[in-house]
T-cell receptor, first 113, second 112 residues
Framework: GDSVTQMEGPVTLSEEAFLTINCTYT??????LFWYVQYPGEGLQLLLK?????DKGSNKGFEATYRKETTSFHLEKGSVQVSDSAVYFC????????????FGAGTTVTVRA | NAGVTQTPKFRILKIGQSMTLQCTQD?????MYWYRQDPGMGLKLIYY???????DKGEVPNGYNVSRSTTEDFPLRLELAAPSQTSVYFC???????????FGPGTRLTVL
């Protein structure tokens, strides 16, 4: 079945450091890939997405590129802020007609001033 | 739009008690979902619905029931609470399958 594997955390960084969170997936066909973010005490919200190979999703300074050859969707940000402290989830759906999201375990990121 | 709303925010149950977690969305979304989030485990799908009157099991449905009588509401019922159901529960909705899901703020449930 479909699955998502994320880099284990927690990750602790200083402000302005570079952040990478690795995500690889196993799925048949051409899944759509997502990064969701959960700020403390809140529900999940979509950070970015990519729906086909070589697409780059971007939002709030975060980027991720859909790499079909390596089945990966790594999240990156060049200069993190304290406000980026959150739990980040990689997820996939098989796309139109597939109603369900498969989530990775989540990576907790803490950014210190 | 309020988006996806959930009540209550917190609840403590005794073993064997029952309760209903409420979920309402005002975006006219067809698809609605219930997830549970356990520490370090990501989110697991409990039940989902593709429209009023249609529900189906997810990965971890045992111990739960759902109904979908209207487009807006998707309540989750726990009939005989067990400590293993201690978790944070999220409701979500989306307009079309495969698209972005919108999440509620969650219900933190403790069963003692």
């Amino acid at each position: 079945g479909d699955s998502v594997t994320q880099m284990e955390g927690p990750v602790t960084l200083s402000e302005e450091a570079f952040l990478t969170i690795n995500c690889t997936y196993t799925a048949t066909g051409y899944p759509s890939l997502f990064w969701y973010v959960q700020y403390p005490g809140e529900g999940l919200q979509l950070l970015l997405k990519a729906t086909k190979a070589d697409d780059k999703g971007s939002n709030k300074g975060f980027e991720a590129t859909y790499r079909k050859e390596t089945t990966s969707f790594h999240l990156e940000k060049g200069s993190v802020q304290v406000s980026d402290s959150a739990v980040y989830f990689c997820a996939l759906t098989r796309g139109v007609g597939d109603y369900k999201l498969s989530f990775g375990a989540g990576t907790t990121v803490t950014v210190r001033a | 739009n309020a988006g996806v709303t959930q009540t209550p925010k917190f609840r403590i149950l005794k073993i064997g008690q029952s309760m209903t977690l409420q979920c309402t969305q005002d975006m006219n979304h067809n698809y609605m979902y219930w997830y549970r989030q356990d520490p370090g485990m990501g989110l697991k799908l409990i039940y989902y619905s593709v429209g009023a009157g249609i529900t189906d099991k997810g990965e971890v449905p045992n111990g739960y029931n759902v109904s979908r009588s209207t487009t807006e509401d998707f309540p989750l019922r726990l009939e005989l609470a067990a400590p293993s159901q201690t978790s944070v529960y999220f409701c979500a909705s989306t307009l079309a399958g495969g698209d972005e899901q919108f999440f509620g703020p969650g219900t933190r449930l403790t069963v003692l």
